[in-house]
């Protein structure tokens, strides 16, 4: 979903995002000298090839989670509860499946996990909640969800600002979801993470976890990476300004000690357009992650924006090389 104002493997998916638009692959050192974002980061290349386009009368937008499907396509969530199955060379949807809560209604779909047996763990920040969805779309499952995460008036989690980011921890008995925004009453710079055990079949609720934003930023995206950290994306917009998108990495096991990777400021643009004002054409608003393989010592990553349907924004695929 937007941010609020000052708040505000694949092994072929390289390849894709390079046919898609039509940008040259970078060597090595090319790569290093003149892709890079930070040490720790550098940017491959972008694609805007699914900006305003439409599959089968569904629009592909508003995209908020991205996951490695176990066919070795990408999964691409979009808040309007809509699940896209992306090819993984060209990015072309090859289908799309509607998700519902029980009685029906749409989603506000934020955080996607493929689980091991193929079914879809999904978040939505309205309750918030966590469902398990069959490779078809049925309801098999809702997570329980402690009361004071639960939006106002139930608990203390603020509309649109709840459950936004959802992964599963390497050995696949942890999932962890992150709140986007501050609980009501909680410190402005905190917000709460969310596990869950698993248990036979289905997960019980586990530890719960603080992690300390930057001023002003919330948390659209964790993804858990091999040795069981995470990668945190902060995210904010300013109006007149643009948006702000840094990546962290945190460790949920001293204290989610958190290290910056890079701000994506930085990075090349590499000839990216903006629609509306951005301190580097490249930012917009950038909402999901997934991490499709390695590369030698570094993490192949890939981020999509959401574009909400709004003109001035773009739905833009960046392909990053990590360094943790």
Known sequence: MTPRPLRTHLALLTA????????TAAGPAQASASHACSPSVSLDRFSDALDKTTYENTVVGNLS?????????????????ALFRLDARTLRPRAVLPLSDENGAALDSEGL?????????????TEPSVRRHSRTGAILDRLPVPEELRVAPAGRGRPNGTFEGLTLLPGGRTLVAS????????PADTVRLQTWRRHGSGFRLGAQYTYRTDPGLGVPEIRATPDGRLLVLERGFTAGVGNTVRL????????????????LVTCPPLGAT??????NPLLDNIEAMTVTGRDGGRLKVVLASDDNENPAQTTRFYALRVRL
Do not use: F, I, N, W
């Not at 996990?113 to 920040?125: I, M, W």
């Not at 962290?248 to 890079?262: F, N, S």
């Open 113 to 125: 996990v493929v689980d091991r047996d193929g079914t879809y763990l999904v978040s939505s920040e």
């Open 65 to 81: 989670a991205l996951a490695v499907d176990r066919d070795g396509s990408l999964a691409a969530l979009s808040d309007r509860s």
């Open 248 to 263: 962290y990495l945190a460790d949920p096991r001293h204290g989610m000690r958190k290290r910056l990777l890079t701000d």
């Open 16 to 23: 894709g995002l390079a046919a898609a638009t039509c940008l």
């Open 274 to 279: 903006a629609r509306q004002p951005q301190p």
């Open 179 to 186: 709140m986007e925004y501050p609980l009501a009453g909680d």
